[in-house]
């Protein structure tokens, strides 16, 4: 068995291998002669206080111990073997559908979007264009939202199933093996189309299907039983199991499934803006000015504040980063951000966004499925009519925002389409306006600095997480009323992030498998 030990680095000595070891040895009472083999097995930053330090978690295993090597990703030949249906190849999507060519499943993989390389094409045309592709963009596509918004690996669902599992498929496919150290993984929007692609071809390689430009327009129940899928209007397809998996914002899925009788609940969620402050502002807030240290990564920050009975908080935090548009109509605006692998944009920017229940609504009635996606929507259209109805968004300097006066000028943004001055006050919902104001004085007194008329809002932060909820048996994972269905990942409500999301894929396809094992004929 291994052993481990504590220490705490100074983020010079990050590179120094004898030294970490000379002090690890000393921390477990060890020597060199006593050790088979060694690794650093976690890593994280505490800027708690000057100086910041790493703290380093080293493995040892000493002689005579093995150090095993087990493969992270063993498929199997699936061409022959009976099929399962996934919809969406986003990571919940994609994942199921690696663990089923590990457990012996065909899946088919059903993207209403492109692969990772035609998207680009789609992305640039939102960002220089401002045209809006409904099933091509930053949230419809080979690898979902996922893919080009930062590559996050980050979650607290510890107890939701095998987190490492998931991280070393990454690995596997062809992310640097450091996410597999550090405390907040990260991969960057740059390196994950190669990775995803590389997913999709190991899949078609054990004999699984991925068909794009597939998008799924219909579902036949028969006797509480899934039965068939219809494609693009026009293909049946027989499938007795099927995955959904299609993200928090196929709004089309959740209203074809209350049209078809097939439950589904509105669930909270949180809306708000998009802060952008300069990198190096953060940097020298976070690491108590000492923001130039060569040795320290971009800071990042988190930040929470309960402001009148609701939670107001930091989402999607991107050091180094850009701000992008992530509308999936054409009469909408909606930002989210992400990072590129070495984080070295000149900007800060984050979500702040505020909780909202159900209940919070004017709008609420137990029985509609839809009273916080239409909050969501209204929102979202409104900001695109106040920006001018094109995919610019309305923006207002932090101070300004708080204090009600409409911003003369701004700084840089990284925000392709561009921003427009505009009131948010007079834009966002009063419940939402009202808390984010408190809350960014609240937040300027946490992180001295932070509040700051150099730092800009871009209106809204709307799509961090689905609305909408899609009810399932907490044991089998399907549907409450249709078994064979199996609601998965962000776009069901059980998944809130890129690893969060794989997680339950490989459980829904583990819940296909254990289904299946029952209902094998004894020999």
């Not at 918004?149 to 998931?166: E, I, M, P, Q, W």
């Not at 209007?233 to 709004?251: C, M, N, Q, Y």
């Not at 239409?374 to 300097?397: D, L, S």
């Amino acid at each position: 068995m291994s052993r481990l030990v504590q220490i705490s680095i100074l983020p010079h000595k990050q590179e120094d291998e004898n030294y970490i070891l000379d002090l690890a040895f000393e921390k477990a009472k060890l020597r060199g002669s006593d050790i088979q083999d060694w690794r650093i097995r976690k890593r994280s930053i505490d800027a708690r206080r000057s100086p910041v330090k790493l703290n380093l978690q080293v493995e040892f295993w000493l002689k005579g111990e093995a150090r095993e090597h087990i493969p992270s990703f063993v498929p199997q030949d699936v061409s022959k073997s009976r099929a399962v249906a996934i919809i969406g190849a986003g990571p919940a999507g994609l994942y199921a559908a690696l663990r089923a060519v590990e457990a012996g499943l065909k899946p088919v993989i059903f993207e209403r979007g492109k692969d990772v390389r035609a998207r680009r094409r789609d992305l640039a045309k939102i960002n220089k264009e401002q045209t809006v592709n409904p099933e091509s963009n930053y949230c419809f596509g080979e690898g979902g939202a996922g893919t080009y918004s930062d590559g996050k690996l980050y979650t607290r669902s510890k107890k939701r199933g095998n987190v490492l599992k998931a991280i070393e498929w990454f690995v596997h496919f062809g992310a640097d093996a450091d996410i597999l150290v550090d405390a907040h993984p990260h991969i960057g929007t740059n390196k994950l189309p190669k990775i995803i692609t590389s997913m999709r071809e190991a899949i078609i390689a054990a004999g699984g299907e991925v068909r794009f430009d597939s998008k799924l327009t219909d579902i036949k129940v028969l006797d509480g039983e899934m039965n068939a899928i219809e494609i693009n209007g026009k293909e049946w397809i027989p499938f007795d199991d099927v995955v959904l998996a299609t993200g928090h914002s196929a709004r089309d899925i959740f209203y074809l499934l209350n049209d078809k009788e097939i439950k589904i609940e509105a669930k909270p969620f949180a809306i708000g803006v998009r802060v952008e402050h300069q990198q190096e502002l953060i940097d020298s807030i976070q690491y108590h000015g000492d923001g130039d240290n060569p040795y320290l990564p971009p800071a990042s920050y988190a930040l929470v504040e309960q402001v009148d009975g609701m939670g107001v908080y930091s989402f999607c935090m991107c050091p180094g980063g850009i701000i992008a548009p992530c509308a999936t109509e054409q009469e909408e605006v909606v930002t989210n951000g992400w990072s590129p692998s070495k984080r070295n944009n000149p900007y800060a920017n984050s979500g702040i966004v505020v909780s909202v229940s159900p209940k919070d609504l004017p709008n609420y009635h137990p029985e509609d499925p839809f009273v916080c996606l239409n909050f969501q929507k209204e929102v979202e259209r409104a900001c695109w009519e106040a920006a001018g109805k094109t995919q610019q968004v309305p923006a207002q300097r932090m101070i300004d925002f708080v204090e009600g006066k409409v911003s003369k000028d701004f700084p840089k943004t990284s925000y392709q389409p561009g921003i427009v001055s505009a009131n948010l006050n007079e834009i966002l919902p009063p419940l939402i306006a009202k808390r984010l104001r408190k809350a960014f004085i609240a937040f300027g007194r946490k992180m001295k600095g932070y509040y700051t008329n150099n730092a800009v809002l871009h209106a809204p932060e709307s799509r961090t997480s689905s609305p909408v909820s899609i009810p399932r048996d907490p044991l089998t994972l399907e549907h409450v009323g249709v078994k064979g269905l199996y609601p998965c990942g962000e776009g069901a409500g059980y998944a809130g992030g890129i690893i969060s999301a794989a997680i339950d894929g490989i459980n829904c396809v583990d819940a296909i498998v254990i289904k299946s094992e029952k209902n094998r004929p004894i020999q």
